[in-house]
């Protein structure tokens, strides 16, 4: 069973049942026994030297960001369907991967507790957990960090974690971005002029569990919802299927907002109340240095194709190789990157200045 963005490379053997969280990447090898990787974004290699599996949580965020930006767009315009009203999902940042990720930081959180020796050991996994974020917040940590998981593999043998720190740090991040990124959005589709219009304005904040059904994020209640109807016979046709996949459809937007807020409240620990004006600002500088970086990591890894001297080897000049490759600077999606980059610096400079006057004006 794999969620969305699974990769599996070339000469991949697996074993059934498996289970893959979205954009799971898996390295060339003949894994030994069935897997279940809950981590998104994770690449999941056989390290057959030493006996053990080895899971890279986050290692789309820290090496392929181009690939993983570029696919969303590419997925886009492959789809040929005649009629679009049924809205699909693309993007990695979404209801379904978000509620991954904080699976996914819980399990970091967990085997940093429970690998790292710090004295006592902990009494529950609950006191693991609670032990491993204060480790992982603390920045103390280094990537290096010997940090093993249980449940992934079924087998005895070890199951390491690479790079916890960075993988814990970025998750967290992104949660922020994609919940700051949701409300910018929705500042900008109803010109909302100031902070206390916001609040009034924005859904309660829901994070519920999502279910892909063929692409379409519906949440699990709308899709346990669809199948007691069909069993019962209140929905008995496929006219009347399609038109509850119109009704989810429509009513998607305004629910990934209420998962959006919610996502951010519950990974910065706070209330709906405590989210101020200061601290929605405070974030939104963030997010504005979250997309900076972003785009700065897809340029970087598009980039390393212009540098290898392995790719460079088959041409005789650097002029030969822009001729058929093409120059970085004339690279379409960078560009594209670049100039969202700047509408939403934009974006984010006018909500500033607008909030600013509006507060101002009150006083």
Same mark, same amino acid.
């Given at each position: 069973?794999?969620?969305? *963005?699974?990769?599996?490379?070339?000469?991949?053997?697996?074993?059934?049942?498996?289970?893959?969280?979205?954009?799971?990447?898996?390295?060339?090898?003949?894994?030994?026994?069935?897997?279940?990787?809950?981590?998104?974004?994770?690449?999941?290699?056989?390290?057959?030297?030493?006996?053990?599996?080895?899971?890279?949580?986050?290692?789309?965020?820290?090496?392929?960001?181009?690939?993983?930006?570029?696919?969303?767009?590419?997925?886009?315009?492959?789809?040929?369907?005649?009629?679009?009203?049924?809205?699909?999902?693309?993007?990695?940042?979404?209801?379904?991967?978000?509620?991954?990720?904080? &699976?996914?930081?819980?399990?970091?959180?967990?085997?940093?507790?429970?690998?790292?020796?710090?004295?006592?050991?902990?009494?529950?996994?609950?006191?693991?957990?609670?032990?491993?974020?204060?480790?992982?917040?603390?920045?103390?940590?280094?990537?290096?960090?010997?940090?093993?998981?249980?449940?992934?593999?079924?087998?005895?043998?070890?199951?390491?974690?690479?790079?916890?720190?960075?993988?814990?740090?970025?998750?967290?991040?992104?949660?922020?971005?994609?919940?700051?990124?949701?409300?910018?959005?929705?500042?900008?589709?109803?010109?909302?002029?100031?902070?206390?219009?916001?609040?009034?304005?924005?859904?309660?904040?829901?994070?519920?569990?999502?279910?892909?059904?063929?692409?379409?994020?519906?949440?699990?209640?709308?899709?346990?919802?669809?199948?007691?109807?069909?069993?019962?016979?209140?929905?008995?046709?496929?006219?009347?299927?399609?038109?509850?996949?119109?009704?989810?459809?429509?009513?998607?937007?305004?629910?990934?907002?209420?998962?959006?807020?919610?996502?951010?409240?519950?990974?910065? *620990?706070?209330?709906?109340? !405590?989210?101020? !004006? &200061?601290?929605?600002?405070?974030?939104?500088?963030?997010?504005?240095?979250?997309?900076?970086?972003?785009?700065?990591?897809?340029?970087?890894?598009? &980039?390393?194709?212009?540098?290898?001297?392995?790719?460079?080897?088959?041409?005789?000049?650097?002029?030969?190789?822009?001729?058929?490759?093409?120059?970085?600077?004339?690279?379409?999606?960078?560009?594209? !990157?670049?100039?969202?980059?700047?509408?939403?610096? &934009?974006?984010?400079?006018?909500?500033?200045?607008?909030? *600013?006057?509006?507060?101002?004006?009150?006083?």
């Amino acid at each position: 069973i794999a969620d969305r *963005g699974f990769w599996p490379g070339l000469c991949v053997s697996l074993k059934h049942n498996s289970q893959f969280a979205s954009f799971t990447i898996i390295a060339k090898g003949d894994f030994p026994a069935e897997l279940n990787i809950p981590i998104p974004f994770s690449l999941v290699s056989n390290d057959v030297s030493h006996n053990k599996l080895i899971v890279m949580p986050g290692y789309w965020f820290m090496y392929n960001m181009y690939a993983l930006a570029r696919n969303a767009g590419k997925y886009a315009s492959r789809d040929k369907r005649t009629d679009k009203s049924i809205f699909y999902e693309y993007d990695y940042l979404a209801p379904d991967t978000v509620n991954e990720m904080f &699976a996914g930081l819980e399990m970091m959180e967990q085997a940093v507790g429970s690998s790292l020796p710090a004295g006592k050991n902990p009494s529950s996994p609950a006191a693991a957990r609670a032990r491993g974020a204060r480790l992982l917040t603390q920045g103390q940590l280094k990537d290096d960090a010997e940090v093993y998981a249980e449940g992934m593999e079924n087998t005895d043998r070890k199951v390491q974690l690479v790079k916890v720190p960075r993988a814990w740090q970025l998750f967290r991040e992104f949660v922020r971005y994609y919940g700051i990124s949701q409300i910018v959005q929705f500042i900008e589709d109803n010109k909302i002029r100031s902070f206390a219009t916001l609040t009034k304005t924005l859904p309660a904040p829901r994070r519920e569990k999502w279910k892909n059904i063929g692409g379409q994020l519906m949440t699990e209640a709308a899709v346990n919802s669809l199948l007691k109807g069909i069993s019962s016979g209140k929905i008995a046709s496929w006219d009347e299927v399609h038109a509850f996949y119109r009704q989810q459809s429509e009513a998607y937007p305004q629910q990934k907002l209420a998962h959006a807020l919610a996502s951010l409240l519950e990974v910065q *620990g706070i209330s709906r109340s !405590q989210f101020t !004006q &200061a601290r929605f600002l405070e974030l939104l500088e963030e997010a504005v240095r979250t997309r900076e970086w972003m785009t700065r990591t897809i340029f970087e890894s598009r &980039a390393k194709d212009y540098q290898n001297p392995f790719r460079k080897m088959v041409y005789d000049t650097d002029r030969e190789m822009e001729k058929v490759i093409g120059k970085l600077k004339d690279n379409a999606f960078i560009n594209q !990157q670049q100039q969202e980059l700047a509408q939403f610096r &934009a974006q984010a400079l006018q909500i500033k200045q607008v909030f *600013g006057k509006a507060k101002a004006g009150k006083r």
